[in-house]
């Protein structure tokens, strides 16, 4: 289960630099979008029972988001918000791949405490949310209200770090206790996210926020760390480099790929390292999937 934002991606990839004044050829697509949707989105892929709370406008593009993730295996419990329209991300892709964003998420951040139900939470395994979530009134409120009603329902809780800008705008401080006071199981991160929160102490210091940490390093690979017997675990699980023309999406895509292999491994009664060196492997061909694959056209009529 994942909470969060289902919004249109506006992908502008022009094929040269821009030039102030005129235009220059590229591509324009419109396709899904949102952190929160896309994890969702590749859990059901993955086969795993994937469900989205998201709210949206009463709007056709709307009305398409969802139909494109029911498509893929989501059950989306979306709240329509009278007088918002869905929101909108504008995404300027660069040559090199280098992206920059420009954010109306418009009803992504109306979802209200009240419009939770419980009954979406029995038989949840994990609910998975990003910072975006747990930011600003009412969708803040909202994501504590699901990350309570999850752990009443015996499910574990993941977190993604998802953006430093959003993370700090309260202060380093205020950053670490609200992730110290939701505890999540598993916590992920960009290297430039925990080392945001961790402010130059050993990346180990994750794990002082929650007992499974991963650390996703791009081409790079990744880093995991866990708490066994008092003792913290560390390795790094490589992965093949590959060249995207756009990598929205990827950390994403990584996030289920390692959630769903995780939650698996712990079913079958693994040893902790390689249940979490699997899932890091698992995450890796996911986000692989994602920035191999053009991102389809989504349909708005």
């Given at each position: 289960?994942?909470?969060?934002?289902?919004?249109?991606?506006?992908?502008?990839?022009?094929?040269?630099?821009?030039?102030?004044?005129?235009?220059?050829?590229?591509?324009?697509?419109?396709?899904?979008?949102?952190?929160?949707?896309?994890?969702?989105?590749?859990?059901?892929?993955?086969?795993?029972?994937?469900?989205l709370i998201a709210a949206i406008g009463h709007d056709g593009p709307g009305r398409a988001l969802v139909k494109a993730l029911e498509g893929d295996r989501v059950t989306v419990r979306a709240v329509r918000i009278a007088g918002a329209r869905t929101g909108r991300i504008g995404v300027l892709v660069a040559p090199g791949g280098e992206r920059s964003f420009v954010t109306d998420r418009g009803a992504a951040l109306r979802l209200r405490p009240e419009d939770l139900k419980p009954s979406w939470f029995v038989g949840a395994?994990?609910?998975?949310?990003?910072?975006?979530?747990?930011?600003?009134?009412?969708?803040?409120?909202?994501?504590?209200?699901?990350?309570?009603?999850?752990?009443?329902?015996?499910?574990l809780i993941s977190l993604d770090l998802a953006s430093i800008g959003p993370l700090l705008a309260g202060g380093r401080r205020?950053?670490?206790?609200?992730?110290?006071?939701?505890?999540?199981?598993?916590?992920?991160?960009?290297?430039?996210?925990?080392?945001?929160?961790?402010?130059?102490?050993?990346?180990?210091?994750?794990l002082d926020y929650a007992p499974v940490a991963v650390v996703k390093r791009g081409p790079k690979g990744a880093t995991v760390l866990a708490r066994s017997d008092a003792q913290a675990v560390r390795f790094?699980?490589?992965?093949?480099?590959?060249?995207?023309?756009?990598?929205?999406?990827?950390?994403?895509?990584?996030?289920?790929?390692?959630?769903?292999?995780?939650?698996g491994s712990r079913a079958s009664g693994r040893s902790l390292p390689a249940s979490l060196q699997q899932a890091a492997l698992a995450g890796h061909r996911a986000a692989g999937r994602q920035l191999s694959a053009v991102r389809p056209e989504l349909t708005l009529g």
């Open positions: 289960m994942v909470l969060g934002d289902l919004v249109l991606d506006v992908v502008l990839a022009p094929t040269e630099a821009i030039a102030i004044g005129t235009d220059v050829v590229g591509r324009v697509a419109i396709v899904q979008g949102g952190s929160a949707a896309t994890t969702a989105r590749w859990l059901g892929k993955l086969g795993a029972r994937s469900s395994d994990l609910l998975h949310l990003t910072v975006y979530s747990l930011l600003g009134d009412p969708l803040a409120d909202s994501g504590l209200r699901a990350i309570a009603l999850a752990r009443a329902a015996g499910a205020a950053a670490r206790e609200l992730i110290a006071g939701i505890a999540p199981d598993v916590l992920f991160a960009t290297a430039g996210e925990a080392e945001a929160l961790v402010a130059g102490h050993p990346v180990t210091g994750l790094e699980v490589a992965t093949a480099r590959l060249a995207a023309a756009d990598t929205t999406g990827a950390g994403d895509a990584f996030d289920a790929g390692f959630l769903s292999s995780w939650l």
